[in-house]
Every structure is written in structure tokens, then in C-alpha cells.
């Protein structure tokens, strides 16, 4: 016994729109996609906050405009741009003006704060220290030494100080390393 199997085609014309609506709703699929990826997901910028003012100085750019620079070719720098865009630059002459540019740029307060911790935190390891998590409205912490509070330490705008008690006077010197040792803890030593 035969068997013939009967389909009816739809007319060339629902085909057509039916196309058209499908590439169009993919393409907002596509956009939908990669906007939701770019907000779960951004990419971690290389620069850094100082990157981008030191880049911004010596292009005369502002420096949120700068996305990401690299090296092509071991010769010239590119600098690529937020809106778009890109331009090249001579390495050599590039790393004199960073070098210029770093010399004469001062710090902002969150820069001066970051490199103050890791000052601290340096110090502490040679005390043999630990400190728990710094207040950056006041630059302060509490340090411990084998589980027992030795006093606080901190940084403002006179310096670095020590303080043994939450109440007291501050004992103010010129690096962290030294207002440790005005808290008579000694320099940790290898066993």
C-alpha cells in the first residue's frame, strides 16, 4: 500500500515576513544578550584611577575617556578610547612623559590612603602584627599581637600615630614603623 504525505506550504509572502520578524528579534536578542553580559560581567579595567590621570595628562584627555592602552610591536603605544577611537604614540617618548607626569602629579587622598596601608601592613609583618580592618575615614587600627591588643595606630594630617588605649594622647612619628615601637613592641625575629 502507498502512502503519500500531503502538506499544505504557506504562502510566499508569510514566509517572508515571518524571516524578516525572526532576524529582527534575534538581533534584539543578540543586543538584549551582550548589554545583560557587559552589566553581570564588566571587564576588569587594567588602569587604574592614576593610570588614566597620568595617561589624560599627557594626551590632554580627560581621564575617564581612556579605556586601555598597550604595546604593539615593542614600538608604539596605543590608547584606546572609551567612545571609540584610538592613538598611537612612540614608546620611548611615551615612557619619559609617564615618568614626567608620575614625578609631578600628587597623590589624592584614596591614593595616599592606599599606599599608607600597604606601609602599615608592611610594618606590622615586621613587628610580627596583625591588624584588623582599617577605618579610612580616620586611617586607624587596632593591633594585636599573639591574640592580645598592643593599641591603636593610625595616620592623619599630622603624621603617623600610636596610641596605646582608645583614650589618651597620640605619640606622633614619622613612619609606621616607628610608632610601633613607641608602643614598646620589639622587631619580630626569625626562629
Not at 595628562?57 to 578610547?81: D, N
Request: hydrophobic residues 40%.
Amino acid at each position: 500500500m502507498n502512502y503519500f504525505a500531503y502538506s499544505q506550504q504557506a504562502p510566499r509572502s508569510f514566509h517572508c515576513n515571518t524571516i524578516d520578524e525572526q532576524a529582527t528579534a534575534q538581533a534584539e536578542l543578540d543586543t538584549h544578550l551582550e548589554s545583560q553580559a557587559e552589566a553581570v560581567a564588566p571587564t576588569l579595567a587594567p588602569l587604574t584611577a592614576r593610570d588614566r590621570r597620568i595617561i589624560g595628562e599627557i594626551i590632554e584627555v580627560e581621564p575617564e575617556s581612556v579605556r586601555t592602552i598597550w604595546i604593539e610591536g615593542g614600538i608604539t603605544v596605543w590608547v584606546q578610547f572609551v567612545e571609540g577611537g584610538r592613538l598611537p604614540f612612540d614608546r620611548n617618548w611615551f615612557a619619559t612623559r609617564v615618568a614626567e607626569v608620575k614625578a609631578t602629579l600628587p597623590e589624592t587622598p584614596l591614593e595616599r590612603n592606599e599606599r599608607l596601608s600597604d606601609e602599615l601592613e608592611e610594618a606590622c609583618t615586621a613587628f610580627g602584627l596583625y591588624h584588623v580592618e582599617i577605618d579610612w575615614l580616620s586611617f586607624s587600627t587596632k593591633l594585636y599581637q599573639d591574640g592580645h591588643f598592643v593599641g591603636f595606630v593610625g595616620c592623619n594630617h599630622q603624621g603617623w600615630y600610636a596610641r596605646p588605649r582608645q583614650y589618651g594622647v597620640n605619640r606622633v612619628a614619622g613612619s609606621a614603623e616607628q610608632v610601633i615601637a613607641l608602643l614598646g613592641v620589639r622587631t619580630a625575629v626569625a626562629a
